[in-house]
Nanobody, 114 residues
Framework: QVQLVESGGGLVQAGGSLRLSCAASGSISSAGPMAWYRQAPGKQRELVAHITRGGATSYTGSVKGRFTISRDNAKATVYLQMNNLKREDTAIYYC????????WGQGTQVTVSS
C-alpha cells in the first residue's frame, strides 16, 4: 500500500506563495491521475487541482490562475505551487490518487493571514 506524506505548508501573508510536496512511498508512475485536495474548518474536503499521468492539469475555479499542480514520477512526488494566496485558501491540504484513493496522509496545514 502506498503511503503519502504531504509537506510544505505554513503561515503566509495574503499575496504570498507556498510550494507543497506530496511524497509517495511507492511508485506513482502507474497510479494514473493524482490530485490535491483541501479541507477548511467546518467544510467538506474539496478537490482543487488534478493531473493526469501524462501531465494534463485541471483546477477548481477559485484557484485557477494561482495554483499549479505538477508531478515527478521518477521521484514519486506531486507538487502544488500556490501563488497570490488568499485567506480563503486556509485549509489542510492533502494529495491522493484519483479515483480509488490510497489511505489518506496527515496533510499539511496552510494558513493565510491578512
Amino acid at each position: 500500500q502506498v503511503q503519502l506524506v504531504e509537506s510544505g505548508g505554513g503561515l503566509v501573508q495574503a499575496g504570498g506563495s507556498l510550494r507543497l510536496s506530496c511524497a509517495a512511498s511507492g511508485s506513482i508512475s502507474s497510479a494514473g491521475p493524482m490530485a490535491w485536495y483541501r479541507q477548511a474548518p467546518g467544510k467538506q474536503r474539496e478537490l482543487v487541482a488534478h493531473i493526469t499521468r501524462g501531465g494534463a492539469t485541471s483546477y477548481t475555479g477559485s484557484v485557477k490562475g494561482r495554483f499549479t499542480i505538477s508531478r515527478d514520477n521518477a521521484k514519486a512526488t506531486v507538487y502544488l505551487q500556490m501563488n497570490n494566496l488568499k485567506r480563503e485558501d486556509t485549509a489542510i491540504y492533502y494529495c491522493n490518487k484519483v479515483p480509488l484513493p490510497y489511505a489518506w496522509g496527515q496533510g499539511t496545514q496552510v494558513t493565510v493571514s491578512s
